[in-house]
């Protein structure tokens, strides 16, 4: 050892501490000899005094509107406080639920010491693509088959939206997007932070609380040929309102006739119905004509990997040689924005997808959460009816997925959060997974004070 080198008892951490003190030493030496043995001190920043900072003109940003929510709930001491803001699942105890198929795909991956931490390619996990792409598009696509779609791994739904947008803006002739009337308020900044212009179709009729079919079809219509038009594959977000098969075929025939491209939104498939075939219809109707569309994916909600940020980026293309330029350019997208994907969560998926009996585990668990969403509906539902509830609530039936619009104005909504410690968002959104046996009579208590005192 150094003789100037301080001297350790002999445990592990010692022993590290003794090698970290050997290392440093010649460095601390030569140092403090080009110094004089003065001792460094750090200093402001030139031209600045130090309570000065360059930032001192930043102001305040107001809390994201659904993050928001929870950051005011976890701020009230109140006990019988509920949360129904979150878009995460929850058990019947009102718990994270990480499934089952999950943890022991995850035993497998730790196990298995051939494992290594190396960085993933731009793309992604191919394994992961491959099985993504099969997934959502079908097993016997003809576009997969064609070799027509290149998918890549991307951070969640909201990252595979994102790296879509921006590609549409490099290459891509028309840079309005049209999104629904309301949606997910990720959004429009999305898409408008990718250098995209933003307008709006009619989607809800508060009136039904419904489809407004008619509306939809007449703004796509008037749309300029070729402008994009997103769409939320199934579990519409905010108001759990989908298309029938019949409207959704209107919408494909007049978005093909105006040379509309369609970028669908999936961050449900499997979650709404309960089906993984039911729940991509709509995407596979749109591939099955021919034409072209993204697709973007998220395994945060069907297999509760919201922390794991494991979506994918599909783009259908007219032919092989097309999807292999878009994929490249793709990867100039991807590399100065992220490098390249976190390997774990994709594993994970990839592990249970190509596995048959993992894969029919998690179709099971998967129905296993839809159910009891939709038993959520119907016991909401039969609470307020019992209760006389004023209004015609069976649009908590017929609507689908993790959320119900409820009708409820801001005002109600207020009164709701004051009087019974109950937070969702300020449009009415509430999320059915938040809700348990336990917790329906008082949402129902707090909607019927709300409405028969003409909040």
Sequence with gaps: MHPQAPSFAASPADRRLELLARHLHPLLTAANAHN???????????????????????????????LGVTVAYNKDPSPVKLNLGVGAYRTEEGKPLVLNVVRKAEQLLVN??????????????????????????????????????????????????????????RHYHQHIIYIPQPTWGNHPKVFTLAGLSVKTY??????????????????????????IVLLHACAHNPTGVDPTSNQWEQIRKLMRSRSLLP?????????????????????????????????????????????????????????????SRVESQLKLVIRPMYSNPPLHGASIVATILKDR??????TVELKAMADRIITMRHQLFDALRARGTPGDWSHILKQIGMFT???????QVAFMTKEYHIYMTSDGRISMAGLSSRTVPHLADAIHAAVTRGV
């Excluded at 089906?275 to 945060?300: H, K, N, P, T, W």
């Excluded at 619009?405 to 005002?411: I, S, Y």
């Design 405 to 411: 619009f409820t009708g409820l104005n801001t005002k």
């Design 357 to 362: 009996n993992m894969f029919q585990e998690w």
């Design 112 to 169: 298995d010491r051939s494992r290594v931490k190396e960085y993933l390619p731009i793309t992604g996990l191919a394994d992961f693509n491959k099985l993504s792409a099969k997934l959502i598009l079908g097993t016997d696509s003809p576009a997969i088959r064609e070799n027509r779609v290149t998918t890549v791994q991307c951070l969640s739904g909201t990252g595979s939206l994102r790296v879509g947008a921006e590609f549409l803006n």
């Design 202 to 227: 009619r989607y809800y009729d508060p009136t039904t609380r419904g489809l407004n079919i008619q509306g939809l079809l007449e703004d796509l219509g008037s749309a300029p040929s070729g402008a």
């Design 36 to 66: 004089g043995n003065q001792t460094v001190s750090a200093s402001p920043t030139s031209g600045f005094s130090v309570s000065d900072s360059v930032f001192n003109h930043v102001v305040r940003a107001p809390e994201d509107p659904i």
């Design 263 to 323: 970028f669908f939104d999936s961050a449900y498939q499997g979650f709404a119905s309960g089906s993984l075939d039911e729940d991509a219809q709509s995407i596979r109707m749109f591939v099955a004509d021919g034409g072209e569309c993204l697709v973007a994916q998220s395994y945060a909600k069907n297999m509760g990997l919201y922390g794991e940020r494991v979506g994918a980026l599909s783009i259908v293309c007219k032919n092989a040689d097309v999807a």
